[in-house]
């Protein structure tokens, strides 16, 4: 998985909020919870983001059974309700502010307001940094072997339609590592800019319009999204026009991105466990806020697999869960 405009006052972040109760009477009371529990605020990215949501859900099932506090927050994907979210936790006196898929480096104004609170940040998919310790990265890396496989099933040529997302720091860096694997290849891209929310709308309204200009039979042909909602967008648009011609690739491994894998309709998705990082982030949670503002930056890598046809049994033996 974006952002620029003028920010929010906290009276939209406020309306935007839904609470989580686990435990005693919310977020806002900023004392660690004495008694082990902890008020953490949670920024989402966009509701319709399956992905990071999947992270969230495996964050908060954690903390419920803490007896933690959690508010979340959904910006639907604008950098401006996102820094309002963080200043109004900020007011709210929390523990912990978690921060998804937003660029730490676009939310500078709610870092330094959580900073000088003495709050720290946690990222996920957002970088770490001064006042943000700790980030699980779902960046370049899982791109790298997905984007080596679109190079050799093209044979190094033809044509590549690119759905990207300049506003997330994952396809920031998925879209960068892809970029590095065509370098020396004759294969020509056409880029568009997703939406969100409405991402897979916008995979299917681009991949309708680059169908149109290449017609079956015109050569190697493949859509590369920097994660699978458009993906999906385009298999849709594929179905519809009968094309059966043209590689999809996306990234994130959702359970209908690898179910398309499986039928044919993709050629390969990137598995992240983005529910491995959830728990993770979650199980660390003490630690970050112990250590806080002031400690070392650090980056988790979460697990990845590429899943194709070829692959997929192995992918389901080893994460048995993603599959049912």
Known sequence: MNIRRVALGT???????????????????????????????????????????????????????KGWNITKVDPQGSVDKAIS?????VQKGVDLIIVTVFPTDQITG?????????????????GSGPGVPLNADSGALVSTDVSQQLVEDMGGKGELLLLGYKSGLPCIGREQALDDALKGSDINVTRQ???????????TKFTQAWLAKHRKGSGNLAIWACFDDPA?????????????????????GTPAAVTAVQSGAMRATAFIDVAGAGRELA????DVIEG?????PEDIPI????????????????YPDEVK
Not at 193 to 203: D, F, N, R
């Open 232 to 252: 999906l967008g385009a298999v849709s648009a594929l179905r519809s026009a009968n094309r059966t011609d043209v590689k999809v690739y996306g990234i994130n």
């Open 292 to 296: 806080g503002v002031d400690a070392k």
């Open 193 to 203: 800019e997703v939406a969100i929310p409405g991402q897979v709308e916008s995979g």
């Open 303 to 318: 697990p990845t697999f590429v899943v194709t046809k070829e692959s997929y049994d192995e992918f389901a033996k080893k």
């Open 85 to 89: 979210a963080v200043n109004d936790f």
């Open 11 to 65: 009276t939209l972040a406020a309306a935007l909020m839904t609470t989580a109760a686990c435990g005693n009477s919310g977020a806002g009371s900023g004392d660690g919870g004495g008694d082990g529990s902890y008020d953490i605020g949670i920024v989402q990215f966009s509701a319709t983001d399956e992905t990071a949501e999947k992270a969230i859900g495996s964050y908060v099932e954690y903390a419920d059974e």
């Open 283 to 286: 199980v660390r949670t003490p």
């Open 110 to 126: 709610g870092v330094r307001a959580a900073t000088e609170a003495g709050i720290p940040i946690v990222s996920f998919s957002g």
